[in-house]
């Protein structure tokens, strides 16, 4: 009785802990959604707003990784999660490709050869952008229904725990 109640303790924790990240992850989530939905009707500069739009992205995906820590990932949380990581990367490299000529300049200017792959691969992602965003804010929205999965798993096994110790009890 006193390992059900112990396990009981753990899956309240679990579920408050999972709560506070899906709720980290939505809050995120919105920041981000709310830089890229600028693309592609409401920008007037690509160049700043894709700078922007990165290091927005790149903010997320630290944000994250760093989720990882908690070291609370269930299998399929985990697959969202790298699924995200995934997208968020492919996001970043196109964001940055978009605006390479501002990061690449003096000394580290490519030459003329790597110019011309820089600026078909810019256009390339500037092309695929609604595409890119989209799979990636989909993918977040894949790791919140996870999380809240796993979090109505605990809440079954601890409901289950909870009538075990009642009858226990009786």
Do not use: C
């Not at 630290?62 to 990882?68: A, P």
């Not at 979090?151 to 226990?168: F, Y």
């Amino acid at each position: 009785m006193q390992t059900d109640i112990l396990k009981s303790e753990a899956f309240r924790r679990r579920v408050s802990t999972l709560g506070r990240m899906r709720e980290d992850l939505v809050n995120q989530t919105n920041l981000v959604r709310e830089q890229l939905q600028w693309y592609p009707d409401h920008i007037k500069n690509l160049n700043f707003w894709a700078h922007e739009a990165a290091a927005q992205v790149d903010s997320f995906m630290d944000f994250i990784s760093g989720q990882k820590e908690f070291r609370l990932d269930a299998l399929r949380v985990a697959a969202a999660r790298a699924d995200l990581i995934e997208k968020l990367t492919k996001l970043s490299r196109a964001l940055w490709i978009v605006n390479w000529d501002a990061y690449l300049d003096g000394e580290d200017a490519p030459d003329e050869e790597q110019e011309v792959k820089l600026q078909a691969e810019a256009k390339a992602a500037e092309a695929n952008s609604e595409t890119t965003i989209d799979a990636a804010l989909r993918s977040a929205g894949a790791l919140k229904s996870a999380i809240l999965d796993d979090i109505n798993h605990t809440r079954s096994k601890l409901h289950a725990l909870s009538e075990n110790l009642v009858s226990h009890g009786e």
